[in-house]
């Protein structure tokens, strides 16, 4: 549809009003964090359909008293259920993503994650230590939607064991 209407628009000499068309994100994105039950949940840092490029800030809490690090995964899709999006950082939570080592704080001390989302669909992430009024550090993800090997092999394995009726 998005071709279609970027043709129309391209080809089109009527004086009618052109439609405007906008790169948007084609899913939120999101990074893991603890629900108000203690359970990794995905928390949307920006939603889907936001114009890019995007800009969006989140305040966490740490989880436990003497908290000595944060780990960031950061996430693609709209659910809440970390079981149903995907996971962009290397590694499912909670092992994967990127470690950053914070002073050990008492629980509730505020971590501001940002998210900067360009027309690549790079992710560039920062992480800023609020207590401290410092940045704790940043990261890139490239947003690459490609299937890996292993993916591919499991999607075909599936396939062959379905029935059809």
């Known amino acids: 549809l998005g071709a279609a209407l970027r043709a129309e628009a391209e080809?089109?000499?009527?004086?009618a009003r052109k439609p405007v068309i906008l790169d948007v994100t084609s899913q939120a994105l999101g990074t893991v964090a603890l629900n108000d039950s203690s359970q990794p949940s995905n928390?949307?840092?920006i939603p889907r359909n936001t114009k890019?490029?995007?800009?969006?800030?989140?305040?966490?809490?740490?989880?436990?008293?003497g908290q000595t690090e944060v780990r960031?995964?950061?996430?693609?899709?709209?659910?809440e259920d970390i079981d149903h999006v995907?996971?962009?950082?290397?590694?499912?939570?909670?092992?994967g993503g990127q470690l950053f080592a914070i002073p050990p704080y008492p629980a509730n001390a505020p971590v501001l994650i940002t998210f900067h989302y360009?027309?690549?669909?790079t992710i560039q992430v920062e992480i800023t230590d609020?207590?401290?009024?410092?940045?704790?550090?940043?990261?890139?993800?490239?947003?690459?939607?490609?299937?890996s090997a292993t993916d591919i092999r499991a999607a075909r394995t599936k396939n062959e064991n379905l029935e059809v009726n």
């Open 130 to 147: 609020l207590t401290a009024d410092r940045s704790l550090g940043t990261f890139e993800v490239d947003n690459v939607a490609n299937l």
């Open 118 to 121: 360009d027309m690549d669909q």
């Open 72 to 79: 960031i995964c950061v996430t693609q899709g709209d659910d």
């Open 11 to 15: 080809t089109s000499s009527s004086a």
């Open 86 to 95: 995907r996971f962009v950082t290397k590694g499912k939570w909670p092992d």
């Open 52 to 65: 890019i490029p995007a800009k969006a800030s989140k305040v966490f809490g740490t989880v436990a008293d």
């Open 43 to 45: 928390s949307i840092v």
